[in-house]
């Protein structure tokens, strides 16, 4: 399967980020793919089959989607920090008293 980007640009805005960008990286069970997104950076949607393969689609679509929506990229010497959390759902069975 291949990286899939939705990009929703909304309205411009004049604003420049400061802080780390927070992504939040969830495991779909159904879709079999881990599914990311971030308050800060609107319409950030990026789908992989692994972390290995989501990591560097975030590279990219982060600064776009910021350019895209007129925030600026919080860049040190051509550098960018974000910070990913991962969501996964597990259940768990319980193990018998021995």
């Not at 290995?52 to 860049?75: K, S």
Request: one cysteine or more; hydrophobic letters at 45%.
């Amino acid at each position: 399967m291949s990286n899939v980007a939705h990009v929703y640009a909304e309205e411009p805005m004049e604003q420049t980020l400061s802080e780390r960008i927070q992504v939040v990286a969830k495991w779909d069970n159904e879709a079999s793919v881990w599914v990311a997104e971030s308050e800060q950076v609107p319409g950030l949607v990026a789908e992989a089959d692994s972390l290995d393969e989501l990591m560097p689609c975030l590279d990219v679509l982060i600064p776009e989607m910021l350019e895209l929506n007129g925030l600026g990229v919080p860049a040190h010497d051509h550098r960018f920090d974000y910070h990913v959390v991962l969501h996964v759902d597990r259940t768990a069975e319980l193990q018998a008293p021995a």
